[in-house]
């Protein structure tokens, strides 16, 4: 915090959204941001910011290679904190990172997915997509429906159950997660039935629409915030090609024609994310077609929060209303 007065970081947390303002530590966190990258996503990089969080210790973490559509072999991370003596029959969850479909790996979310595995007693399986701009649309999520697959088929050997997989992604892997459970719905691609979906600030929208929060955070901002316009841009360019059309379903799961008999959501969204009001929008269409919605939005909060569970009050509650959501039974 050196060369920043407590006084001063409170008075940078007003926005120009009235009503919102940030959170003083996510004030601090985007300030500090600044100062050492350029792009604000690479924050979440431990290795290059702060010391390097203590990753909780899980009993079992399994690395394995899968094979993709045309034989790429994708690098998955399995999680079991659970007794040898208890494994078997456990929900699971399928874990898409984020990083606008440009960035993330498995080592950056070892430590979100370890304290997952670790506080809700699931399998997490946590993979490795091909990236853009060498990888563009759809090989990221290619990769990712044939680990789901994968998952479907051979995860009772892991000590999980096929009839109890949820899909989880933030940001660009909300979209995928939001993407692959819309295709559960009739097996498209052979996608297996899913029991439920977690989707933290995801993207559902890939055109260049503004909605609010995307005016007042991102286009119209007067700081950065996370992610920033630049970045926001590149991602979208990068991910898609001249001839992909944005309002696909398969990319922007919020114009599919029906929301209908979707699995169970949870949907976590930050007040102070430029994705917030798609994240809303999105709950408020699958809640409207009648299926189960948990919404949560945190005030004063930032894209990422939640992988800063350490930082946050607000991203340990979140992981609260996870571990719950995965381990009841409706």
Avoid at 1 to 7: A, D, L, R, W, Y
Avoid at 122 to 140: D, G, K, M, Q, W
């Amino acid at each position: 915090m050196t060369g920043n007065k407590p006084s001063e970081i409170r008075e940078g947390c007003k926005t120009l959204e009235p009503g919102t303002e940030l959170h003083p530590l996510a004030n601090l966190v985007l300030v500090m941001s600044d100062r050492i990258t350029e792009s604000p996503d690479s924050l979440f990089d431990s290795k290059r910011w702060l010391v390097k969080a203590i990753t909780p210790r899980v009993r079992l973490k399994t690395d394995t290679l899968i094979a993709s559509f045309d034989h790429h072999k994708i690098p998955v991370r399995i999680y079991n904190n659970q007794r040898e003596s208890r494994r078997g029959n456990q929900e699971v969850i399928l874990f898409l990172h984020g990083g606008g479909f440009v960035w993330g790996d498995i080592k950056i979310y070892d430590n979100l997915c370890s304290k997952l595995a670790k506080k809700t007693g699931a399998v997490v399986i946590s993979l490795e997509y091909r990236l853009a701009p060498e990888f563009t649309y759809p090989y990221a999520l290619r990769d990712s429906e044939s680990v789901l697959r994968w998952t479907y088929a051979n995860i009772e050997k892991y000590g999980g159950s096929p009839s109890c997989i949820t899909l989880m992604g933030d940001s660009a892997g909300g979209n995928m997660a939001a993407v692959m459970s819309l295709m559960s719905r009739t097996n498209d691609n052979g996608i297996p039935p899913i029991k439920s979906q977690v989707l933290i600030y995801p993207v559902t929208i890939l055109t260049d629409s503004i909605t609010p929060s995307r005016y007042y955070f991102l286009t119209g901002a007067d700081r950065s915030l996370i992610p920033g316009d630049n970045f926001f841009q590149y991602a979208r360019e990068a991910y898609l090609t001249e001839s992909d059309n944005p309002k696909d379903p398969l990319i922007s799961p919020h114009f599919a024609e029906s929301h209908e008999s979707l699995p169970d959501a949870l949907i976590i969204t930050a007040g102070c994310d430029p994705l917030r009001d798609e994240g809303r929008g999105y709950a408020e269409l699958l809640e409207k077609a009648g299926n189960y919605v948990d919404y949560r939005e945190y005030d004063g909060m930032i894209h990422g929060f939640v992988s800063l569970y350490h930082l946050f009050k607000e991203g340990r509650d979140a992981l609260d209303v996870i571990e719950e959501f995965i381990n009841e039974s409706r």
